[in-house]
């Protein structure tokens, strides 16, 4: 378990299983950003077909095996694949275990949407593909199932590039389709019409609440050009198609988390590229067509790094609001390892005639594998003298990984490309041409991507994982109902600890692992990556506060508890936990206040999560919101900025601010909020809970409207008396979402029903008359 897997995929998971466990559909979660929406975020995978592992399984044996069951089911689909266009079962194999195998897949493992997606992608090509060969509406039908479930997966991108370059297909099927008798253009857009018409339809249940959440996210506008082209890929970065972690951002910790590299490694070997030459000198129209999709898959990659990026990025649709470039590789992996597989049928195809230029050929190869051997031996004998050569050149640690490390990886390339060669050369002999030498090829091919990629991964114990740390300790031991707030500069600063505090995790002590799921703890803040626009500008105000003091947005939002490195001088905050003792002796606490270890400050002016406020004030704009926020002066507890001003209850008239009336959190649920409300007069109940579509509210069993209040938030108005309020959330993009669903799923399902009858009739009626 490592780097995204312990921020954003298992902590969701976590909290939703025990959800669904507890026979609550996990539609919010109330952990991060004041309450945001979990289902429509995508990355949990609550519809995903694998997710039900979790259910039936202890929580870390279902998470392993999903990953698992992704790396086999990748091969898999990539075998039939190459089958289904024609290639023979070795050549299949080759396939198949050079996409599972692929530097690429052992570097998303940890990024876990995009692997679950990319699962999909061979399986997707090979259906649709087929829908448009044999002019199959049921099929294209299963392709719409096939890209749903890649879609669930959570990888935008992948169905982004897949069901685009699906569309290039579909105009241009000689790109890679055999010269067989296809349908005319018409019944090939009628075909991709149904696809598409096919998975809007199963996804609708999943894609209504995203497209709901993309709208009032932070990408909703598009990104900058900066943030689309982050973690583009550099053209020297394509060495590592040979060399894997050429600069040791994968197997160095520090580096890995200082530049937090998207992909540690795309090693495919040099025998990928060996193969994939014969196909593309032998494979005709077909080969040609593959290797375009190739160029344009890694020049999508190259991101930012490319003359044609900005104009895509002003021009394509949906384009501004990707971000990662590099993510656009999972095709040109899947391309070369389809084209390895081929290039090995190819191989054998060229040895089926002897004549002088197939000796040739075969000779060239054997020279390749002599000079790789020769190569493999002047590095091995000269070993030191190269490697201090090269690290007098430059080529060594920090810039690049340890000279010593590389140069192993580059011997290694020398000697399974040299056996690899050699094998090829000796199954051209008719001596050799033996089913065991098959074997053989087959086996150097994967075991060059297996050592390669060996041990490009971390591990964890998952119950020291669950541990709680010291900090987290002292929040969970606080009965009351509050929330916390990680300081962003104390989450994102790296702390070496002193030698004589090991066993300290201190992405626990800061609260950045498992933050919800069992440890239940509720944070202004969190992790995601499609949080509320709103919730955006409201918390950039308090991170670019010069105090914590100088707003009252933390007291706003609940937040009791501030994890800070920085010393926090102010009369409302108070030192009150750390996990390593706090001095007793007034210099020594202060020596330790401003020291860099992780600190737990209490907040003295915190205001309850629900409470009334008499007054009320209307705002209408963003620049007077940010001023009204910033100002230290507004007082939430006397009055509530309001979008618009309330039916039968005037802004803007002072009212005097009475003893504080008491509301009650009654039930306090994911979906769902009950209070009581004793209120002398009519006010307005404001509640530290994001606004957010879908939220509705009942007053003694009467629903009423919720008024966005302090920008974010919401508020009611209550008439004096008891009151019992509930708020419960009940999306109708959810509804909508899964009606849609249910009737496509009955569409496609009367559909296949009258195929089979239609099939069966005539054998009944043969049946029938022989009586």
């Known amino acids: 378990m490592e780097r995204d897997l312990i921020y954003f995929f298992i902590p969701p998971r976590e909290f939703w299983v025990e959800e669904v466990k507890n026979f609550i559909f996990p539609l919010w979660n109330p952990y991060y950003f004041n309450g945001h929406p979990l289902f429509a975020t995508l990355q949990p995978g609550v519809l995903y077909p694998f997710s039900f592992l979790f259910l039936i399984l202890p929580f870390d044996w279902a998470f392993n095996l999903n990953i698992e069951l992704h790396f086999i089911l990748s091969g898999l689909f990539t075998y039939y694949l190459a089958r289904g266009i024609k290639a023979s079962q070795g050549a299949s194999i080759i396939s198949g275990m050079a996409f599972m195998l692929s530097g690429y897949l052992i570097s998303v493992h940890n990024l876990l949407s995009t692997l679950l997606s990319v699962t999909w992608v061979p399986l997707f090509f090979l259906v649709y593909f087929s829908a448009l060969k044999k002019n199959s509406l049921g099929?294209?039908?299963?392709?719409?199932?096939?890209?749903?479930?890649?879609?669930?997966?959570?990888?935008?991108?992948?169905?982004?590039?897949?069901?685009?370059?699906?569309?290039?297909?579909?105009?241009?099927?000689?790109?890679?389709?055999?010269?067989?008798?296809?349908?005319?253009?018409?019944?090939?857009?009628?075909?991709?019409?149904?696809?598409?018409?096919?998975?809007?339809?199963?996804?609708?249940?999943?894609?209504?609440?995203?497209?709901?959440?993309?709208?009032?996210?932070?990408?909703?506008?598009?990104?900058?050009?900066?943030?689309?082209?982050?973690?583009?890929?550099?053209?020297?970065?394509?060495?590592?198609?040979?060399?894997?972690?050429?600069?040791?951002?994968?197997?160095?910790?520090?580096?890995?988390?200082?530049?937090?590299?998207?992909?540690?490694?795309?090693?495919?070997?040099?025998?990928?590229?060996?193969?994939?030459?014969?196909?593309?000198?032998?494979?005709?129209?077909?080969?040609?067509?593959?290797?375009?999709?190739?160029?344009?898959?890694?020049?999508?990659?190259?991101?930012?790094?490319?003359?044609?990026?900005?104009?895509?990025?002003?021009?394509?649709?949906?384009?501004?609001?990707?971000?990662?470039?590099?993510?656009?590789?999972?095709?040109?992996?899947?391309?070369?390892?389809?084209?390895?597989?081929?290039?090995?049928?190819?191989?054998?195809?060229?040895?089926?005639?002897?004549?002088?230029?197939?000796?040739?050929?075969?000779?060239?190869?054997?020279?390749?594998?002599?000079?790789?051997?020769?190569?493999?031996?002047?590095?091995?004998?000269?070993?030191?003298p190269i490697v201090t050569y090269l690290k007098g050149k430059g080529w060594d640690y920090p810039e690049y990984n340890h000279t010593a490390l590389n140069l192993l990886n580059i011997k290694r390339l020398f000697a399974f490309t040299s056996l690899f060669c050699l094998s090829l050369f000796l199954y051209s002999k008719p001596v050799f041409k033996k089913p065991f030498m098959l074997v053989l090829i087959v086996s150097i091919f994967g075991l060059d991507l297996f050592y390669a990629n060996w041990n490009f991964y971390g591990k964890m114990n998952y119950k020291k994982y669950q541990e709680l740390g010291e900090n987290p300790k002292f929040i969970k031991s606080d009965p009351e109902f509050f929330r916390i707030y990680v300081d962003f500069k104390t989450r994102k600063r790296e702390v070496k600890e002193k030698s004589g505090l090991?066993?300290?995790?201190?992405?626990?002590?800061?609260?950045?692992?498992?933050?919800?799921?069992?440890?239940?703890?509720?944070?202004?803040?969190?992790?995601?990556?499609?949080?509320?626009?709103?919730?955006?500008?409201?918390?950039?105000?308090?991170?670019?506060?010069?105090?914590?003091?100088?707003?009252?947005?933390?007291?706003?939002?609940?937040?009791?508890?501030?994890?800070?490195?920085?010393?926090?001088?102010?009369?409302?905050?108070?030192?009150?936990?750390?996990?390593?003792?706090?001095?007793?002796?007034?210099?020594?606490?202060?020596?330790?206040?401003?020291?860099?270890?992780?600190?737990?400050?209490?907040?003295?002016?915190?205001?309850?999560?629900?409470?009334?406020?008499?007054?009320?004030?209307?705002?209408?704009?963003?620049?007077?919101?940010?001023?009204?926020?910033?100002?230290?002066?507004?007082?939430?507890?006397?009055?509530?900025?309001?979008?618009?001003?309330?039916?039968?209850?005037?802004?803007?008239?002072?009212?005097?601010l009475e003893i504080l009336n008491p509301v009650t959190i009654d039930s306090y649920k994911s979906n769902s909020v009950e209070l009581s409300v004793d209120s002398s007069k009519r006010q307005l109940l404001f509640m530290s809970e994001s606004f957010y579509p879908g939220w509705k509210v009942y007053v003694n069993g009467e629903e009423k409207e919720i008024l966005r209040a302090n920008y974010l938030f919401r508020a009611i108005v209550v008439e004096p008396g008891k009151h019992s309020v509930r708020f419960e959330y009940d999306p109708f993009s959810f509804k909508l979402g899964l009606a849609i669903t249910i009737l496509t799923i009955l569409l496609c399902g009367i559909y296949f029903i009258r195929r089979s009858l239609r099939r069966v009739a005539p054998v009944e009626k043969f049946s029938l008359a022989n009586k």
């Open 139 to 384: 099929l294209a039908l299963i392709s719409g199932l096939v890209g749903t479930f890649m879609f669930l997966g959570g990888g935008v991108e992948v169905s982004y590039l897949t069901f685009g370059i699906t569309f290039v297909i579909t105009l241009l099927p000689e790109l890679i389709l055999e010269k067989e008798m296809l349908p005319d253009i018409k019944r090939r857009l009628f075909l991709y019409l149904v696809f598409c018409l096919t998975f809007f339809g199963l996804s609708a249940v999943q894609l209504i609440p995203f497209m709901e959440l993309s709208q009032l996210s932070i990408r909703s506008e598009g990104l900058t050009y900066k943030q689309a082209g982050t973690w583009s890929m550099h053209p020297f970065d394509l060495v590592e198609f040979f060399i894997p972690d050429q600069y040791g951002m994968a197997t160095d910790p520090q580096k890995y988390w200082k530049y937090e590299n998207w992909l540690k490694t795309i090693y495919m070997g040099a025998a990928s590229f060996i193969l994939a030459v014969f196909y593309v000198r032998f494979g005709g129209q077909r080969a040609k067509g593959l290797l375009l999709l190739f160029f344009i898959s890694v020049g999508f990659a190259l991101g930012s790094n490319t003359l044609f990026h900005h104009f895509l990025f002003d021009y394509l649709p949906f384009f501004n609001k990707l971000r990662y470039p590099v993510k656009f590789i999972f095709l040109a992996i899947l391309i070369l390892s389809l084209a390895a597989g081929l290039g090995y049928d190819y191989f054998k195809k060229q040895l089926e005639g002897n004549d002088s230029q197939n000796q040739k050929k075969m000779n060239s190869i054997l020279t390749l594998g002599f000079l790789f051997m020769i190569a493999f031996g002047v590095l091995s004998l000269f070993n030191d």
């Open 502 to 656: 090991k066993g300290i995790d201190l992405r626990k002590e800061k609260f950045l692992q498992s933050h919800i799921g069992k440890q239940q703890i509720m944070n202004a803040d969190g992790v995601g990556v499609t949080e509320q626009k709103r919730f955006q500008n409201m918390i950039n105000v308090v991170k670019i506060a010069p105090n914590k003091d100088s707003t009252q947005l933390l007291n706003l939002m609940n937040v009791k508890y501030v994890i800070s490195m920085k010393h926090i001088a102010s009369p409302d905050y108070e030192l009150v936990h750390s996990y390593i003792p706090i001095p007793k002796d007034p210099e020594e606490r202060k020596k330790f206040e401003n020291s860099t270890h992780v600190k737990i400050y209490e907040n003295k002016k915190v205001i309850p999560r629900a409470f009334l406020v008499p007054n009320c004030r209307v705002i209408t704009s963003d620049k007077q919101y940010n001023d009204v926020l910033q100002s230290k002066i507004f007082d939430p507890t006397r009055v509530v900025l309001l979008d618009v001003e309330p039916k039968g209850f005037p802004c803007g008239e002072e009212k005097n």
